[in-house]
């Protein structure tokens, strides 16, 4: 049965900054995990802390939800998960498409946080006629001819691309032109949208790329370091060593003359 588009509440989310937005989420993550423990109050360096941000910017952030704590008391953990549940619109029921039920899009499908978070997964879609049927995460898959009509009937307003990378921008654009205005993209490519469709995008390779260079750069530091604690002749003998190696890494056998 169709149940309309659903329209975003209307807040003062507009005048929050996207940085402190982009916080907000980390903030809910650690205020939840103290509820769940039944914690009544937090102060701001405890909750900085389990955020992972400085107390000073987070005061700063919950300055923009109108929050400012109790001196000597702190920040009322229900009343925070309300405040910024309500900023981030999970006060109400979110409907998601999920497309490409692969094995990303599958476990993203099993994903049991969706629910707790405000977000109903509607639908699972794929493109593989195979697939149509085929439970997964307790829900049967549902080809791609069905795309438009099941965003229509179920108010869908975010979709969740979990396909290959060159069919993801032809889903992007019959996800859009079918009423969808937000897309969270895990397909390994830019989306070209038009304005006023939102674009999050995660690439896993590329998370792990930048790990690789501190990592790198932690063994450089590392090296670096334990080369300042030779003595100097050695530190000396040590870099004319490093001057001579080849550009695969191996000193170069000496030429008899």
Not at 153 to 167: C, D, K, L, M, R
Not at 214 to 229: F, P
């Amino acid at each position: 049965m169709a149940t309309g588009r659903t329209h975003r509440p209307a807040t003062r989310s507009r005048g929050i900054p996207e940085a402190t937005v982009a916080r907000l989420p980390l903030y809910l993550r650690a205020l939840t995990a103290l509820s769940e423990r039944s914690v009544p109050t937090v102060s701001s360096e405890e909750l900085a802390a389990a955020a992972g941000v400085n107390s000073a910017k987070l005061r700063k952030d919950f300055s923009y939800l109108g929050s400012y704590g109790t001196r000597g008391v702190g920040y009322d953990v229900e009343y925070l998960v309300y405040q910024i549940s309500r900023e981030l619109g999970l006060t109400q029921d979110w409907p998601v498409v999920i497309v490409g039920i692969g094995n990303l899009g599958a476990a993203l499908a099993n994903y049991g946080g969706f629910a707790s978070r405000g977000f109903r997964v509607a639908a699972l879609i794929d493109a593989d006629p195979a697939m149509a049927g085929k439970p997964v995460a307790g829900m049967p898959v549902q080809h791609t001819d069905e795309l438009e009509k099941i965003i229509e009937e179920n108010g869908v307003s975010i979709g969740v691309i979990a396909t290959p990378a060159g069919a993801a921008q032809q889903v992007s654009e019959r996800l859009i032109a079918a009423g969808v205005t937000s897309i969270l993209n895990f397909a390994p490519t830019v989306l070209q949208v038009p304005e006023g469709v939102d674009v999050r995008k995660v690439d896993l390779s590329i998370e792990l790329q930048i790990l690789a260079f501190h990592e790198q750069r932690k063994a450089g530091d590392a090296e670096a370091a334990a080369a300042a604690l030779l003595p100097p002749a050695a530190r000396r003998a040590a870099e004319a060593a490093a001057n001579r190696k080849g550009p695969d890494g191996d000193v170069p056998a000496v030429m008899p003359a």
